[in-house]
């Protein structure tokens, strides 16, 4: 995996929203702040349009994110909020200057539709993180707002908790994955289902019915993606409902149910996720994941973790040089011939 360049003070970032309709109301406490860390926010120039219940429609929203993906003075883009939209401008995305001059992607939620795409198709760090609606209204710094500045100026992450019950003992290693559960569910059968196998797995939720929760994770088990994880990181799983006669089950009891018969190690109640002190989690970047009385999850520095996927500079290299070998062999024949 490729870690991109981290941020430093004059940097130029850009702001979009691929998804749900925004204000300025709602984002001027993130401009604020991110102007106190010397960034310098160019918004999209479609960011605040309205189309029904998404920030414009699709050829708006696909337009700025393009826009901050090939501008080389943009070193990330935060996604100003989730919602719905984002699986909708994925296919008008073209990603080949971003492979090769990667910048942080920063968002979660719907947001998790970017993350799978780069982490299958490009093998580039992304950041899940809170957003710019997400931001204290007041402009001060949170818990979720100090933890992402740590990251994009390159602080590697460690996190170290109590081990909720339910959790599951063990120590594991592997690349972090996933993000939001629905989102996961709903890019199965996609070109951006993620492999999950010998990765440790991040999942949280918002505002779902238990009975659907237990309909998405058994699809995630009966597709192979929970059997052959390394480890699972269980987020916060906010805000659900039940029906009127109850399911019988929380979030958690269902997802510990359905991994039972694994042995790896299970975090529950990591804070992440759509909750307060959402803490970010560097996706694609190798972690180690220990579990007993007390939980750690303790993200790797860049450039120790195993890639499958070379730079646009190696690959170049790779291909004239086997060219080169080949005329060479050509040559020889031909000569021992005559």
């Known amino acids: 995996m490729r870690t991109p360049p981290f941020l430093?003070?004059?940097?130029?970032?850009?702001?979009?929203?691929?998804?749900?309709?925004?204000?300025?109301?709602?984002?001027?406490?993130?401009?604020?702040?991110?102007?106190?860390?010397?960034?310098?926010?160019?918004q999209g120039k479609n960011l605040?349009?309205?189309a029904h219940q998404l920030a414009g429609n699709d050829k708006e929203r696909a337009a700025d994110m393009q826009q901050m993906l090939d501008d080389p003075a943009i070193k990330?883009?935060?996604?100003?909020?989730?919602?719905?939209?984002?699986?909708?401008?994925?296919?008008?995305?073209?990603?080949?200057?971003?492979?090769?001059h990667p910048k942080w992607i920063v968002g979660f939620s719907d947001v998790t539709v970017l993350h799978s795409h780069i982490h299958k198709h490009f093998g580039i760090e992304t950041?899940?993180?809170?957003?710019?609606?997400?931001?204290?209204?007041?402009?001060?710094?949170?818990?979720?707002?100090?933890?992402?500045?740590?990251?994009?100026?390159?602080?590697?992450?460690?996190?170290?908790?109590?081990?909720r019950l339910g959790s599951r003992s063990g120590h594991a290693q592997g690349v972090v994955v996933g993000g939001n559960l629905s989102i996961l569910y709903s890019l199965r059968g996609t070109p951006d289902d993620i492999n999950t196998e010998g990765k440790i797995l991040f999942i949280e939720d918002l505002d779902e019915y238990l009975y659907h929760v237990d309909r998405m994770i058994m699809?995630?088990?009966?597709?192979?993606?929970?059997?052959?994880?390394?480890?699972?990181?269980?987020?916060?799983?906010?805000?659900?409902?039940?029906?009127?006669?109850?399911?019988?089950?929380?979030?958690?009891e269902i997802i510990a149910s359905a991994i039972a018969e694994y042995s790896y190690p299970v975090i529950f109640g990591f804070p992440a996720g759509h909750l307060s002190g959402n803490q970010p989690i560097i996706l694609?970047?190798?972690?180690?994941?220990?579990?007993?009385?007390?939980?750690?999850?303790?993200?790797?520095?860049?450039?120790?973790?195993?890639?499958?996927?070379?730079?646009?500079?190696v690959k170049p290299v790779i291909f004239i040089s086997g060219?080169?070998?080949?005329?060479?062999?050509?040559y020889q024949m031909f000569f021992s011939i005559i």
């Open 8 to 42: 430093k003070s004059g940097d130029k970032v850009g702001m979009v929203a691929t998804a749900r309709k925004i204000s300025l109301d709602e984002v001027e406490p993130a401009l604020h702040l991110y102007e106190s860390w010397g960034l310098e926010v160019v």
């Open 48 to 50: 605040f349009n309205e």
């Open 76 to 100: 990330a883009i935060f996604c100003a909020r989730g919602g719905y939209g984002t699986i909708r401008i994925i296919d008008l995305l073209d990603f080949r200057t971003f492979e090769s």
């Open 127 to 163: 950041l899940h993180a809170t957003m710019p609606l997400n931001f204290p209204k007041d402009g001060s710094e949170d818990v979720s707002t100090q933890g992402l500045k740590k990251c994009l100026f390159g602080e590697t992450p460690e996190y170290k908790l109590t081990a």
């Open 219 to 252: 699809n995630l088990k009966r597709g192979g993606m929970l059997d052959r994880l390394a480890g699972l990181v269980v987020g916060g799983m906010t805000d659900m409902r039940d029906n009127a006669v109850p399911f019988g089950k929380t979030a958690e």
């Open 284 to 313: 694609g970047r190798e972690a180690t994941l220990s579990v007993g009385a007390e939980a750690e999850l303790l993200f790797k520095p860049p450039g120790e973790t195993g890639s499958k996927h070379y730079s646009a500079f």
């Open 323 to 330: 060219f080169f070998i080949l005329l060479y062999l050509i």
